[in-house]
T-cell receptor, first 120, second 111 residues
Framework: AQTVTQSQPEMSVQEAETVTLSCTYDTSESDYYLFWYKQPPSRQMILVIRQEAYKQQNATENRFSVNFQKAAKSFSLKISDSQLGDAAMYFCVLLVPRGYSGGGADGLTFGKGTHLIIQP | DAGVTQSPTHLIKTRGQQVTLRCSPKSGHDTVSWYQQALGQGPQFIFQYYEEEERQRGNFPDRFSGHQFPNYSSELNVNALLLGDSALYLC??????????FGQGTRLTVV
């Protein structure tokens, strides 16, 4: 079984500052994917960034970057130059593919989320 | 191109009743997954459908069942509703081994 732990229920940051959200996970598999999703009050779940476990290079998407430490099973999200529109629940998510036979993606394992507040 | 659409957006049911939630996947997506998100929690995986069959299931009782139609749309059925079934139900669709796109969810309240 897979688990994802987010130890920060809530984080607050000043607009234009940098904030880091923490995540640890556990799986016995070596092939997996990690994601950060954001969920604003609209409830729409939006993909922020994705990391393949076999890639050593940390993923980056504009102001969003991750620090992926495979041995420590740690996957933190750094948001630079925070903007008011970044305010949302952020979920760390793990996907362990069951195998390619039969096709299709597999169920995602979510953490409990971190509520990010942006102070103007 | 429409994204993932779910209906209805809100629903109120009485304990013991049955409910059906619907999901239309994003165009080109053949896999549909359902998640339950209780208030203040992360989503929990219910099950996944591919080629009209349940491919994988999370830790949910048999009261939760589903169906996928030939056009890839899907339904989630919950029988004998409990107060604890009150939650946001999210549908996600994806292409073969691709990234998941989520709908805006159905808010179910059981009274």
């Amino acid at each position: 079984a897979q688990t994802v732990t987010q130890s920060q229920p809530e984080m607050s940051v000043q607009e234009a500052e940098t904030v880091t959200l923490s995540c640890t996970y556990d799986t016995s598999e070596s092939d997996y994917y990690l994601f950060w999703y954001k969920q604003p009050p609209s409830r729409q779940m939006i993909l922020v960034i994705r990391q393949e476990a076999y890639k050593q290079q940390n993923a980056t998407e504009n102001r969003f970057s991750v620090n992926f430490q495979k041995a420590a099973k740690s996957f933190s999200l750094k948001i630079s130059d925070s903007q008011l529109g970044d305010a949302a629940m952020y979920f760390c998510v793990l996907l362990v593919p069951r195998g390619y036979s039969g096709g299709g993606a597999d169920g995602l394992t979510f953490g409990k989320g971190t509520h990010l507040i942006i102070q103007p | 191109d429409a994204g993932v659409t779910q209906s209805p957006t809100h629903l109120i049911k009485t304990r013991g009743q049955q409910v059906t939630l619907r999901c239309s996947p994003k165009s080109g997506h053949d896999t549909v997954s359902w998640y339950q998100q209780a208030l203040g929690q992360g989503p929990q995986f219910i099950f996944q459908y591919y080629e009209e069959e349940e491919r994988q299931r999370g830790n949910f009782p048999d009261r939760f069942s589903g169906h996928q139609f030939p056009n890839y749309s899907s339904e989630l059925n919950v029988n004998a509703l409990l107060l604890g079934d009150s939650a946001l139900y999210l549908c996600a669709s994806s292409p073969l081994l691709g990234r998941a796109y989520f709908g805006q969810g159905t808010r179910l309240t059981v009274v």
